[in-house]
C-alpha cells in the first residue's frame, strides 16, 4: 500500500469535557481544540469559519447539558483547514488550534488576521480593592490579589494588618499589680508574673504587649481594674489595602459587569462590538427562560413581577428584559430563542486591530448581518437564525 493514499486521516475525540478535531497528515498532526464549558452557543466561529466547518446544535439544550455532547457547536474535521480563525474570534477562549501538540495560529503566519482590539483595565490609584468586581464577573476574569483577611476566612491575615496605623501602649508600673486581666482579653498583650513562692508572695513582673497583633480597641484600657493602660492610635485614613486587583484580559468578554459596579469608577472596559440586541418582550411566550440560561453576560433577566397597584389599565408585564450595558452582543440569546423576532441581533461594527484582509473584511459582513430569533432547523441538530437581509 502507498503510505500517503493513507492521508489525510480525520478523527473527532471527546474527552473530559473537551472536544478534540484532528487532521492527521505524513508531515504534522492538526488539533483544533473545543472546551465545552468556554463555548456559549454564540456562533461566531460558525459564522466566521472559511471553511463552513462549524455547524451551530441546540444552543439552550446544549448549555443547559440537556443534549448529546453538550456542545453547542459542532466541527467537521474534514473541513476543517485548522487555520485558526475561530480561534482568534472566539470571545469565549472556547477554541484552540494546535499544531504537532503546540498552539498555532497558522492564518496569521499565512496571510496575517487581525484580533479584538479592546481595553479592559482597573485604574489602580483609584481602585479600593473591595469586592464587587470579583463577585459581579460572570467570567472570572478579576484577578483580585489582595490579602485574605480572617473576616473572610478562618486563619486568615489578621484584621489590624490591613491599617496603616501608629499605636502606642502604655503601662503605667506603679499603677499595674500583674493581675493578669489585659492578657487574658487579648492575643497582643502577654503577661509575665514573676512566680509566686511563699518567700515573696507580692505580684511582680511585666506586661509585653505586640503591635502587630493589637487592633487599637482599647478593651484592654477599659478592662484595666487599676487605670494602668494607655492607648493611642493613629490611622492613615488616606490608606487602603494592600495588594491589587486586574483584569485578565485573556479571560475578559467586556460584559462591563465591573464597570458597571466599581463604586470608585476604577475600570475601563470597551467591547468587542457595536450595535445592539432588540428585545421585543410581546413576542416572547414566558416560561422559557432560555435566552436568560444562555447569556454569558447576565445581561437578559425575568423582570421583578410588578405590584398590581402600580400597573397601569391594559398594561402587560414583560416576560422578558435586557440591560444593553452588560450585552457584548455575542448572539447566544438569539439562536437559543425558540420565538420568532423576540431578540433581534444588530452589530454594526467590530473593533480590531491589526491588518484588515480580504478574509476578514468577509467575515465581519458575516457577523454584521442582523439577525432575529427564528430558529430553522434545516439539517437535524442543527440551527440556524433568520436572517434580516
Ligand atoms: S468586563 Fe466583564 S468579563 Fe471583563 S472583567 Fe469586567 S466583569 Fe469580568
Redesign the pocket.
Known amino acids: 500500500m502507498v503510505i500517503s493514499t493513507m492521508f489525510p486521516k480525520y478523527s473527532t475525540k471527546i474527552e473530559g469535557g473537551s472536544v478534540t478535531m484532528e487532521q492527521r497528515l505524513l508531515s504534522k498532526v492538526s488539533h483544533l481544540v473545543l472546551t465545552t464549558s468556554k463555548c456559549t452557543g454564540c456562533g461566531i466561529c460558525a459564522d466566521a469559519c472559511p471553511k463552513e466547518a462549524i455547524s451551530l446544535g441546540m444552543v439552550g439544550a446544549s448549555v443547559r447539558g440537556l443534549a448529546a455532547g453538550d456542545a453547542p457547536i459542532t466541527v467537521d474535521p474534514a473541513k476543517c483547514s485548522y487555520c485558526g480563525v475561530c480561534t482568534i474570534l472566539c470571545p469565549f477562549d472556547a477554541l484552540l488550534v494546535e499544531v504537532d501538540g503546540e498552539p498555532s495560529l497558522p492564518i496569521l503566519e499565512q496571510e496575517g488576521f487581525p484580533e479584538y482590539d479592546f481595553t479592559?483595565e482597573i485604574c489602580e490609584e483609584k481602585c479600593v480593592r473591595c469586592t464587587s468586581?470579583h463577585e459581579?464577573?460572570?467570567?472570572?476574569?478579576?484577578v483580585r490579589d489582595v490579602p485574605v483577611y480572617e473576616g473572610e476566612v478562618e486563619g486568615g491575615a489578621k484584621r489590624q494588618t490591613a491599617l496603616v496605623a501608629k499605636t502606642t501602649f502604655v503601662v503605667d508600673k506603679e499603677l499595674c499589680t500583674v493581675c493578669g486581666v489585659c492578657s487574658s482579653l487579648c492575643p497582643a498583650i502577654e503577661q509575665k508574673r514573676v512566680p509566686f513562692t511563699a518567700e515573696k508572695v507580692g505580684s511582680e513582673g511585666e506586661i509585653i504587649w505586640t503591635e502587630a497583633l493589637c487592633d487599637g480597641c482599647k478593651v484592654c484600657v477599659e478592662a484595666c481594674p487599676h487605670d494602668a493602660i494607655t492607648v493611642d492610635r493613629t490611622v492613615n485614613t488616606e490608606a487602603k489595602l494592600p495588594g491589587k486587583v486586574s483584569?485578565?484580559k485573556s479571560?475578559?468578554?467586556?460584559?462591563?459587569?465591573?464597570?458597571q459596579v466599581c463604586p470608585s469608577e476604577a475600570?475601563t472596559?470597551t467591547k468587542f462590538f457595536e450595535g445592539e440586541l432588540i428585545v421585543d418582550a410581546s413576542k416572547c411566550p414566558g416560561g422559557c427562560s432560555t435566552c436568560v440560561d444562555v447569556c454569558p453576560?447576565n445581561a437578559l433577566y425575568l423582570p421583578s413581577p410588578m405590584p398590581a397597584v402600580n400597573m397601569k389599565r391594559d398594561s402587560i408585564e414583560a416576560n422578558i428584559a435586557i440591560n444593553n450595558e452588560l450585552c457584548i452582543l455575542c448572539g447566544a440569546c438569539v439562536n437559543a430563542c425558540p420565538s420568532e423576532d423576540a431578540l433581534t441581533l444588530k452589530r454594526t461594527g467590530i473593533r480590531i486591530k491589526g491588518p484588515e484582509t480580504d478574509l476578514y473584511k468577509k467575515i465581519a459582513a458575516k457577523l454584521c448581518v442582523p439577525r432575529t430569533s427564528k430558529l430553522v432547523e434545516s439539517t437535524f441538530g442543527q440551527v440556524e437564525t433568520k436572517k434580516l437581509e
Open positions: 479592559a468586581c459581579a464577573c460572570p467570567h472570572d476574569a478579576i483584569i485578565d479571560e475578559c468578554i467586556t460584559c462591563t459587569w465591573c464597570k475600570v472596559i453576560c
